[in-house]
């Protein structure tokens, strides 16, 4: 049976690919703009946008309302993962900023800010596959998944063209290439 959570699982994959990608851009100083603006676009689009969407909005509130630990279990620490990655991805934005107006070393601290984010978002996605996650498939009925299958499969497909998931893989693909580790 495909489950809501083997669906979240099924985006960490490709979250984990920008994560590596973004670890290899900082190892070899990617200094392409228009790669980096890429990057933030895909993250506030697609991980801090469809995908969070999913969690935040659906499998998150259903979670606490049938595991009867509202406000002080995991969902809590999950909430604020995703807060504390969207403050470094503003601080990427902003360097970005700072560099494109001849500010040489705030690429230093693009870098820095794109190192903490892949640090948390692996770390992030390794609690909530193994832990939370797991909690969920006990805590939801086979209606539950199929409830918030279902309605995870609506956002995907309301997405507007150029915001789908698989546009966000591609260009994952496509940015993966240009910094693969082999290369
Ligand atoms: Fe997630």
Do not use: W
């Not at 040489?104 to 193994?130: D, G, P």
């Amino acid at each position: 049976m495909n489950t809501a959570t083997q669906n979240l699982e099924n985006d960490h994959v490709y979250i984990l690919q920008l994560t590596d990608v973004m670890e290899q851009m900082a190892k070899k100083r990617a200094s392409d703009v228009n790669h980096l603006k890429s990057v933030v676009h895909i993250i506030r689009n697609y991980a801090d946008g469809l995908h969070h969407k999913k969690e935040e909005d659906l499998l998150f509130p259903l979670f606490e309302q049938r595991s009867a630990n509202e406000g002080c279990g995991p969902v809590g620490v999950m909430l604020m993962e995703h807060k504390q990655g969207r403050e470094y991805v503003q601080g990427m934005v902003d360097y970005i900023a700072a560099y494109e107006k001849g500010d040489e070393e705030a690429l230093e601290l693009v870098f820095e800010n794109m190192l903490n984010y892949a640090a948390l978002l692996k770390n992030h996605i390794f609690k909530e596959n193994n832990i939370l996650f797991r909690m969920a498939d006990d805590a939801f009925s086979e209606a539950d998944q199929k409830m918030l299958l279902d309605q995870f499969e609506k956002i995907e497909k309301d997405a507007n063209p150029g915001d789908k998931a698989e546009d966000f893989i591609k260009a994952i693909k496509e940015l993966s290439s240009n910094y693969s580790s082999s290369i």
